[in-house]
């Protein structure tokens, strides 16, 4: 089982509606989740972390989190052709220096 | 304000050969990462560098080798090149302070290629 996992997409949205990205992990120790957007032949931009169970908005963005269910989502609103890009989500466990990325979902936003 | 900046930003080396790439993380940063990424997958951590000391290491061989600078800056050293080690370097800084998980930013990349 990886320890972090993903749908790999590719993950098709018309333009207007909402995104919703999808990330289990399989450490229960896992205590903090980050997620990252990349665009092609770019570097990982941060967009979100969440700590704590539930929901966390930021503008566009809603990240949510749910330890029980080891289950980490990403929920885009009103979606712009901008938004098209590979998601990564990343998951830290206390005590450890290093994140651990899942292969990403790619998601196009269809205008 | 600066964000993380690496350099180069490509190269092409020979098997065999050895490279450094070098990271400037962003101001009030005190920690870099360092992370491989291959052609669709996601980073994989090589190491991280805090007061000048390697506070761990992911799974990668002793050719992977690093050192942080007392003005924050890192460099990251790969000898004896394999065409396995094709792929995206990036730098990723955070303010730790001795604590941990706070977020990483990463720099735009070295894109390595071994022929």
């Known amino acids: 089982q990886k320890e972090v996992e993903q749908n790999s997409g590719p993950l098709s949205v018309p333009e207007g509606a909402i995104a919703s990205l999808n990330c289990t992990y399989s450490d229960r120790g896992s205590q903090s989740f980050f997620w990252y957007r990349q665009y092609s032949g770019k570097s990982p931009e941060l967009i979100m972390f969440i700590y704590s169970n539930g929901d966390k908005e930021d503008g566009r963005f809603t990240a949510q989190l749910n330890k029980a269910s080891q289950y980490v989502s990403l929920l885009i609103r009103d979606s712009q052709p901008s938004d098209s890009a590979t998601y990564l989500c990343?998951?830290?466990?206390?005590?450890?220096?290093?994140?651990?990325f899942g292969t990403g979902t790619r998601l196009t936003i269809i205008p | 304000d600066a964000g993380v900046t690496q350099s180069p930003t490509h190269l092409i080396k020979t098997r065999g050969q050895q490279v450094t790439l070098r990271c400037s993380p962003k101001s009030g940063h005190d920690t870099v990462s360092w992370y491989q990424q291959a052609l669709g997958q996601g980073p994989q951590f090589i190491f991280q560098?805090?007061?000048?000391?390697?506070?761990q290491r992911g799974n990668f061989p002793d050719r992977f080798s690093g050192h942080q600078f007392p003005n924050y800056s890192s460099e990251l050293n790969v000898n004896a090149l394999l065409l396995g080690d094709s792929a995206l370097y990036l730098c990723?800084?955070?303010?730790?302070?001795?604590?941990?998980?706070?977020?990483?930013?990463f720099g735009n990349g070295t894109r390595l290629t071994v022929t």
């Open positions: 560098y805090y007061e000048e000391e390697e506070r």
């Open positions: 990723a800084s955070s303010y730790t302070g001795g604590r941990h998980n706070s977020p990483l930013h």
């Open positions: 990343a998951v830290n466990i206390p005590g450890n220096e290093k994140l651990t």
